[in-house]
Every structure is written in C-alpha cells, then in structure tokens.
C-alpha cells in the first residue's frame, strides 16, 4: 500500500510537469490555436454544443418585429396533421381562418439539407390584468434551432426565403381593401377603409381581347421590374389614365386591377381637400402597393394650373382662396416628393372628356398609358353573354342579329347590362337587348335628319361627334403606352 508521503510526491511531481507543460503550451502554441482546440474537444463530450439558436421575438421595441411576422405565416403552412393542438383565429375582415402554430411543441423543417427545428415560446406575463388575461407584457418568441456551421446561410438565404414566402402566402390571402376620405367636425380629413367587394376582374370585364392582354401584361411587366426601376432612378410606379364615356367599365376596370394585383386602392376625391398641405398628409399616410384613383379629374374640381396661380398670387398677394389646392400640388406629387417616398405605386385617373384635361396631367411621362374605353363591339358582347347569360356559344340564336347591330349603334357596356337583368330567361334578354338597339338606331336616325335640315356639313359631322350618334365609324380603342 502507497504511503501518504508518495502519494503527495506524485502529485507534487504531476502537478509540476502540468505547469510546465502549460509553460510550454503558451509558448509553442499561439492563444488562438489552443482555444479552438479546447472549443473542438468540449463539443467532442457535448454535441449539442455545435448548435446555435436565433430568437426571434414577437416585437422589436415599440414595432412589430417582420421576421416574427413571416415566420409565423411560413410556419402555418407547414402544421403536420400528427400535431393535436394548434389555434386559429379569424378577424372580421379576414376571408379565411387563420392557423397558428402554438403551443404545439417543434416544428421541424430543412433547408439544403440543412436541418432546422423552430419552436414556438410564450411566457405569459405574472401581473393579472382585471379585464383577463396577463397584463399585455406576455412575451412570445420563436426558437429557430441548427447547426452553428450553418449561420450565414440561414442568415443570408433561409430567412430571406421565408419572409418571401409569406408575402407570397399573404398576397393570396389579402382582402382588397377600399380607403375612403372621411371628414371630421374638427376641419380634418382621413381615410377610412372597407373590404373592396367588387367583383370586377379581367374575365368579367368586356374589352377588346388585345387591348386586355395589353392591360395584363403591363401590369406585369410593372411588378416584376423593381430593379429595373431602381437602376434607371425613377420611381416604382405606373400611370394610367383611362378614358370614355359614361357606363364603359372604367370603374370596373380599376376595381379589375386591384383585384388582379391584390392592391389596395385609395380614392382621392379631391372635392373634400382644400389645401395642398391636407392632400401631402393623405398621400404619405397610403401605403405601399396601393392604387391612388382620381376619378372625373376634370370635374373633380377646378383646379387652377400653375401659371393661374402665378398670376393671382403677383396681382393680389398670395392665394387665400376657399380651395387652395392647386394641380401643381398634385402634379409635385405624382412625379416628386411622393413618387420617391413610396414603391409599387400605381395611379389612375378617369374621366369623360380627355380633351378638356389640362395639357400638363396629359404630358408624356406623367401617366403612362392612356387607354380609351369605348363603345361595345361584338368580342365584348360575348363577355358579357358568357358573365350575364352563361351562353358561351357564339352561335346562340339571336346573336348574330345583335353583332350586326352593336356595329352600327353605339351602346355601353352598362347597357347592355341593364338589358341582361331584365330577365333570368336568356331568350327574354336578347329579344330585349335586339329591340333596344333597333329603337336606338331609329332615334339616331331622327335625329340626324333633324339636324341634317339645318346646318353644313362640318356643323353636321361636329354635332354627330358631340352626341356619339349612330353612322360614325367606331374610333379605334386607343391604348397609347407612352
Ligand atoms: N367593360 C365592361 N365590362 C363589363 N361590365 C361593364 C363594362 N362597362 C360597364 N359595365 C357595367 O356597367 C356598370 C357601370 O360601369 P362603370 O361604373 O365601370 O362605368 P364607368 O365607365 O366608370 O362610368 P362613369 O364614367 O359614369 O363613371 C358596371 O357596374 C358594370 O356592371
Ligand atoms: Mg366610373
């Protein structure tokens, strides 16, 4: 058996050789090396070690943190069916129920064979509120648990990847909302806002086929071109003005754009704005990928354009005038401080008369595309047959007879409607619609005779344009892309 006094020998004896084999470790290897070397044999005994954690927690400070956001969409889609508890919930204006993944343990997910693990954690705050609940001060977070190795891919791709996935997921849920300009008691003016329940969309919509697959495609060509926009400098928005008479489907085609993009659309009716100063608080309150709409810009009101204003301002000092909204604010607007402040923009005007806009909202570069909605023609007609009637066979009896007629009558698309609700029977409707367009010609014809006994021939041809009487060739959709 050892005696007391070797065993104190060795360990005299190990305890220096330790010391100088630390000595000479410091001096051969440098700090660095050693560290890893340690950092290498401690995850040798504790794998687990080899595995980082990012949290994300639901707020960042005051504001909602993105990530928390996306992840929780990206994670509602990926709930397996072996999960027994998981919450859904439903806001008023939501269309479909929404899944949460909840207090229902891991979800495990992988990204180029990487293997990750979320989590999700609330720790319900201790102070009791009265009204129920924790005093709002819960904290929830998710874990996002994988191998350290894997750190700036997740970082640099995975996370990106699923805040673009749930934009995607959210862009295909997303109710259309319409924002309305309210007024209040105390002189000031915001946007209120409603579900947009029109049903318009490009397949009920009746337009020339080429003038719709224009439309479809530019928007396209639009949304696609986020950098295209950024390298050439200009702003990411598009302009549309449309144009033509009453009841053509100008309203109807911009509630078909929103729908198509899942944007937003903000009516700007200028008659409720008085000051240049309310109309830039309303316009920087809109929010990204939204539809401003101006509609009847050239009865909205009577906007003074810039050289008026000039002019009054020298003459009597400056402008205190009831309104004190002026084009040029709006034009300042369309292509500068607004323009640069917001992205995926897209601004439509409507109105009756284009000639009697002001040349400056016409300009090239300021509205984009000028598109003319016109009179019915027969591709129309099919549409609305197909949307109204459910007859989708071009052959229907009846149809030939209105094709031939809507040739040389004028007739909106609206009253083609009108003539389709009359009757739930189809045969009822087109009767209707083939003796409609026959009076319609008829009066057509008396008037012109009327007229015809009185005036010249240019008077006569002007009278024929003002009143959209029958005879006139139909002017071609015009769709100027500019
Ligand atoms: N091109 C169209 N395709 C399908 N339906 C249309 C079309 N044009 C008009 N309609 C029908 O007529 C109704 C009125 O159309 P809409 O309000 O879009 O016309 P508008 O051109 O905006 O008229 P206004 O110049 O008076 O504002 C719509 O609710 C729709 O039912
Ligand atoms: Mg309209």
Redesign the pocket.
């Known amino acids: 058996m050892p005696s007391a006094s070797s065993i104190f020998q060795a360990y005299a004896a190990m305890t220096a050789s330790v010391t100088l084999f630390k000595t000479m470790l410091n001096q051969l290897v440098p700090h660095q090396v050693q560290l890893y070397i340690v950092t290498k044999i401690h995850s040798y005994f504790h794998p687990n070690s080899s595995k980082v954690t990012l949290v994300i927690d639901e707020k960042d400070g005051m504001s909602n943190n993105e990530v928390y956001n996306a992840a929780e969409i990206y994670l509602s889609a990926r709930i397996s069916p072996e999960f027994q508890r998981f919450k859904i919930s439903k806001r008023p204006k939501d269309r479909d129920v929404n899944v949460k993944f909840g207090d229902c343990g891991k979800i495990a997910d992988s990204f180029e064979d990487i293997e990750l693990v979320w989590r999700f954690v609330h720790e319900a705050s201790k102070n009791i509120n009265p009204n129920g609940g924790g005093d709002g001060g819960d904290k929830r977070y998710f874990e996002l648990s994988f191998n350290k190795q894997h750190k700036d891919k997740i970082l640099n791709c995975y996370i990106p990847l699923v805040l673009n996935i749930a934009k995607v997921m959210c862009n295909d849920k997303k109710v259309v909302k319409l924002h309305a300009l309210r007024s209040h008691s105390y002189n000031s003016i915001t946007w209120d806002s409603v579900n947009l329940e029109h049903p318009s969309t490009f397949e ?4 020339e086929p080429t003038l719709k697959k224009t439309i479809i495609e530019d928007l396209d060509r639009f949304l696609k071109r986020k950098e295209f926009y950024r390298r050439v400098g200009k702003a990411w928005k598009r302009g549309y003005l449309l144009y ?10 911009i509630a078909a754009i929103a729908n198509y993009l899942k944007f937003d659309i903000y009516d700007l009716e200028f008659s409720n704005i008085r000051r240049d100063s309310d109309l830039r608080k309303l316009l920087l309150s809109t929010k990204n990928r939204s539809i401003l709409v101006i ?2 810009i050239d009865c909205s009101v009577e906007l003074p354009d810039r050289t008026e204003i000039r002019t009054n301002q020298s003459a009597n000092g400056p402008s205190r005038g009831h309104h004190e909204l002026t084009l040029g604010g709006l034009l300042n607007f369309i292509d500068g401080l607004w323009s640069s402040c917001g992205d995926e923009r897209v601004i439509i005007f ?1 109105t ?1 008369h284009k000639e009697r806009l002001d040349p400056a909202l016409l300009r090239p570069g300021r509205m984009d595309m000028h598109i003319h ?1 016109s009179y019915l023609t027969s591709e ?1 007609f099919k ?2 047959a197909t949307n109204y009637l459910e007859i989708s066979d071009p052959h229907y009896r009846g149809f030939k007879e209105v094709q031939e007629l809507i040739e040389g009558v004028q007739i ?3 009253e083609v ?1 009108e003539q389709f609700m009359k009757s739930e029977d189809p045969d009822v409707c087109i009767q209707g619609l083939v003796k409609f367009l026959k009076r319609k010609r008829t009066s057509n014809n008396d008037k012109l005779e009327e007229i015809k006994d009185n005036t010249t021939t240019d008077e006569l041809l002007k009278v024929k344009r003002s009143k959209n009487l029958s005879f006139i060739p139909k002017e071609e959709k015009i769709c100027t892309p500019i």
């Open positions: 009920t919509i009746a337009l033509g008479p009453p009841g053509t489907g100008k309203s109807s085609l509609e009847d409507t009756n909605m129309g549409v609305l909106t698309p609206a409607a």
